[in-house]
Every structure is written in structure tokens, then in C-alpha cells.
């Protein structure tokens, strides 16, 4: 079992930058993925860019590509760079882990943390 943890959010003024961090705690296997997906109100939860040990990097939305940047920097930490923040940006964000291949789909994950607030005003 993994427990996620995410940080970072808050709000910011379009144009500006924020990090989201993500700590993950229990057993990690040799091969895993881990993924960023956010929900605005209203709308369903979407993937917003995964890594998985072995795969490399996937980025889910068009509208991100460019001014995101996953990284994982061991086996425990996740990131998410966010440059250039708009409005359409504003939702809360989750981590989430599998320990089998995820990328874009949130079935593929069976474990997710509770979420950080991205809120940018235009």
C-alpha cells in the first residue's frame, strides 16, 4: 500500500508559477508509475501528466505541454513544475500512484492523496 501527500498549491495571478510536490510513503517497487490528474468544478478529473519507472514521461493535456514539467527526483518524490498559470489552470490536483503501468487514465491508479488547490486569477 502507498499514501500520497501533496503540497505546493495556492493562488496565484496568471502568468506566475507554482510547484506542486508530491512525498509518497510505504512500498515502492522497482517498476511503478506516478501521475498528476486535477478537477475543476464541474468538469471530470483528467490526467495531467504521469512517469513510470522504466517508461518516461507522458503529458495528457495539449494545453499543458510546454508549461508543465513532470519530474521525479527519487522514488518517493513526484513534482510538477507549472509555468505560464491561467485561469483554465484553477482545479484541485492529485497525485496518485500505481504499481502497475498508468499514464493518462485515472482507473489505471489505485492510489491517490487528498489533493492541493491550484487557484489562479485572471
Known amino acids: 500500500q502507498v499514501q500520497l501527500v501533496e503540497s505546493g498549491g495556492g493562488s496565484v495571478q496568471a502568468g506566475l508559477s507554482l510547484r506542486l510536490s508530491c512525498a509518497a510513503f510505504?512500498?515502492?517497487?522497482?517498476?511503478?508509475?506516478m501521475g498528476w490528474f486535477r478537477q475543476a468544478p464541474g468538469k471530470e478529473r483528467e490526467g495531467v501528466a504521469a512517469?513510470?519507472?522504466?517508461?518516461?514521461?507522458t503529458y495528457c493535456i495539449d494545453s499543458v505541454k510546454g508549461r508543465f514539467t513532470i519530474s521525479q527526483v527519487n522514488a518517493r518524490t513526484l513534482y510538477l513544475q507549472m509555468n505560464s498559470l491561467n485561469a483554465e489552470d484553477t482545479a484541485m490536483y492529485y497525485c496518485?500512484?500505481?504499481?502497475?503501468?498508468?499514464?493518462?487514465?485515472?482507473?489505471?491508479?489505485?492510489?491517490w492523496g487528498r489533493g492541493t488547490q491550484v487557484t489562479v486569477s485572471s
Open positions: 510505504g512500498y515502492i517497487p522497482s517498476s511503478y508509475c
Open positions: 512517469n513510470c519507472i522504466g517508461g518516461g514521461s
Open positions: 496518485a500512484f500505481s504499481y502497475g503501468s498508468g499514464r493518462c487514465s485515472s482507473r489505471d491508479f489505485g492510489y
